[in-house]
């Protein structure tokens, strides 16, 4: 058995379109091979699952979400989480640059996510209705899993990130173009992939991981992994090799 991994966003499915149907057709040949196919995003469970529902013939055997904070089975239960701190939650919502920002905001649960309620008139770029909360209540949210912001600009999703690790260590910032997902430090999807294989002792012999931008990097270096030819020259670089899609790679490796 073989497991193959991609990004959703930017990699599985181009942005600003439909998900190749190309790319499941490979997807079901690769499973009915008799391998495991599962999608890595800093998506949540909700934001993922209801992109998926446009897709019934996509059927993943598992889903790393929350860049790898929450891991769930092909039924959708979940596995295994990490979960914010209460403390180290309601400190991170009270800093300024976070309580004070005019960037639009959400905040994730294991299941759920909600929109931070602020006076913005940017969007988050989501087509999905979202239930918009007030820090006061996101305080004291249970298995925050993830808060994200929308920046600007790449330079400022870097600064925000750089100044949040400042105050707390164990808080990572997966940043995805300009947006930047703060989540517990060993939320990524080169660790949410190993959790997988842990809770689930699948014992593959080869692991395919693809992605195409910086938060898929960690996983792409340690699984000698894979990238798309839209990707960053970063990630080009990085990678064993550049495949028009996931479908050509998955169908190259079956």
């Not at 073989?2 to 499915?13: M, P, Q």
């Not at 904070?69 to 295994?80: F, M, P, R, W, Y």
């Not at 994730?108 to 087509?127: Q, R």
Request: charged letters at 25%; hydrophobic letters at 40%.
């Amino acid at each position: 058995m073989k497991l193959a991994a991609t990004d959703f966003d930017g990699t599985f499915c181009p942005i600003h379109e439909p998900v190749p149907q190309s790319n499941i057709d490979a997807v079901k040949k690769w499973q009915a091979a008799g391998h495991k196919f599962g999608i890595c995003t800093g998506r949540g469970l909700s934001l993922i699952d209801f992109e998926l529902q446009k897709y019934p013939d996509l059927q993943p055997d598992y889903l790393v979400c929350n860049n790898g904070a929450v891991i769930v089975d092909k039924k959708k239960e979940i596995l295994t989480s990490l979960t914010f701190p209460c403390e180290m939650l309601q400190g991170l919502l009270d800093m300024p640059l976070i309580h004070e920002t005019n960037n639009p905001m959400r905040i994730l649960t294991e299941t759920d996510m909600y929109l931070l309620d602020i006076p913005t008139a940017m969007e988050f770029g989501l087509n999905i209705p979202m239930e918009k909360v007030t820090f006061a209540k996101a305080r004291e949210m249970p298995k925050v899993v993830q808060v994200s912001m929308r920046c600007a600009t790449v330079e400022e999703a870097q600064e925000t990130t750089a100044k949040v690790r400042a105050k707390y260590p164990e808080i990572i910032g997966n940043i995805n173009r300009n947006y930047v997902d703060l989540n517990l430090k060993e939320a990524n999807k080169r660790d949410g992939l190993r959790r997988l294989l842990k809770v689930t002792k699948w014992q593959p012999e080869e692991i395919f991981f693809i992605g195409d931008d910086q938060n898929d990097l960690p996983a792409v270096e340690y699984f000698h992994g894979y990238t798309v030819e839209t990707a960053q020259p970063f990630m080009k670089e990085a990678a064993k090799a550049v495949y028009p899609s996931v479908g050509d790679m998955l169908l190259q490796n079956i």
